[in-house]
């Protein structure tokens, strides 16, 4: 009996913590998105649910207005040093990361002119991806192949820029 009993309980407390771990990326997704609306009017969003298991403690959300389209995937680790190891082990097969600087402890575009940014905040490794549809703007037509070109640049720059800014300023539970 006292064996049932006990592995009631232990049961019981695996669901607890299970639960809480999920409120706690709810809650991590909420003020994501409170946040991040009234900083970008007119942009929709959704949260998507992220490859792998529930453990991961993976929040991803989608964001978008016409022609651009931003993913930000923020993932918490048991620790700092966790944190600090994905970071290097991501960059380890890029060809020049480029060290940012004003994102939180450390931040990265993994590729030159690339359209990502990685950071870290403490425990939180955080990915901001975007892709930018030029030709489908309603000038596309009157630009050549290389202002097409510079505006892609250009556009995927600032809203890395803004999109990682925002983020950055985002405080986070412990």
């Not at 630009?143 to 986070?172: C, D, G, M, P, Y």
């Amino acid at each position: 009996m006292k064996t049932l009993i006990s592995a009631g309980l232990i049961l019981a407390m695996l669901a607890v913590v299970q639960t809480q771990g999920k409120v706690d990326l709810d809650a991590l997704s909420e003020k994501i998105s409170s946040q991040l609306e009234s900083k970008f009017p007119g942009w929709h969003h959704t949260r998507v649910e992220p490859f792998g298991t529930p453990e991961s403690k993976v929040v991803v959300q989608g964001w978008g207005v016409p022609n651009r389209n931003v993913q930000i995937a923020i993932a918490v680790r048991e620790s700092v040093e966790a944190a600090k190891k994905e970071i290097r082990s991501y960059l380890e097969f890029r060809r020049e990361p480029k060290t940012l600087t004003g994102f939180g402890d450390e931040a990265f575009r993994p590729e030159p002119n690339g359209p990502q940014v990685v950071l870290r905040r403490g425990r939180y490794v955080i990915y901001i991806s975007t892709v930018i549809f030029i030709e489908e703007d309603a000038n596309a037509q009157s630009l050549t192949k290389s202002e097409q070109q510079a505006r892609q640049k250009t556009e995927v720059e600032r809203i890395l820029n803004e999109f990682a800014t925002q983020i950055s300023a985002i405080e986070l539970p412990e």
